[in-house]
Nanobody
Framework: QVHLVESGGGPVQPGGSLRLSCAVS????????MAWFRQAPEKERVPVAS????????KYADSVKGRFTISEDNTENILYLQMNDLKPEDTAMYYC??????????????????????WGQGTQVTVSS
């Protein structure tokens, strides 16, 4: 099982930026899809960005496209989520997740939380003035 640890959340004003990090213990699957999910209070956990490990081919949910960037540092085994132009509706607990998935399925519009086996503990992002 892959151990994931998120960091980088916190309070931020609307229009501000944050960068979330996810330390990945190891990539143990043959076909690894990494993703960021978020869950607002009393709402479902939904994917916002994904990347097939090693592909440099990120995919995004429409709600964050153009504002968020998912990336990997494969030297340090860290997954990032750069979040710009943050809005109050981005307020949520953000989770890093990993799964064994083919590259053509590694996209927010194809997957949900049930496709993912490995989860971090989450990091809270609060966007408020």
């Amino acid at each position: 099982q892959v151990h994931l640890v998120e960091s980088g959340g916190g309070p931020v004003q609307p229009g501000g930026s944050l960068r979330l990090s996810c330390a990945v213990s190891a990539y143990t699957y043959k076909n690894t899809c990494m993703a960021w999910f978020r869950q607002a209070p009393e709402k479902e956990r939904v994917p916002v960005a994904s990347i097939y490990h090693g592909s440099n081919n990120p995919k995004y949910a429409d709600s964050v496209k153009g504002r968020f960037t998912i990336s990997e540092d494969n030297t340090e085994n860290i997954l990032y989520l750069q979040m710009n132009d943050l809005k109050p509706e981005d307020t949520a607990m953000y989770y890093c997740a990993g799964a064994s998935l083919d590259s053509n399925l590694c996209a927010p519009y194809y997957v949900n939380q049930h496709n993912f086996n490995d989860w971090g503990q989450g990091t809270q992002v609060t966007v408020s003035s």
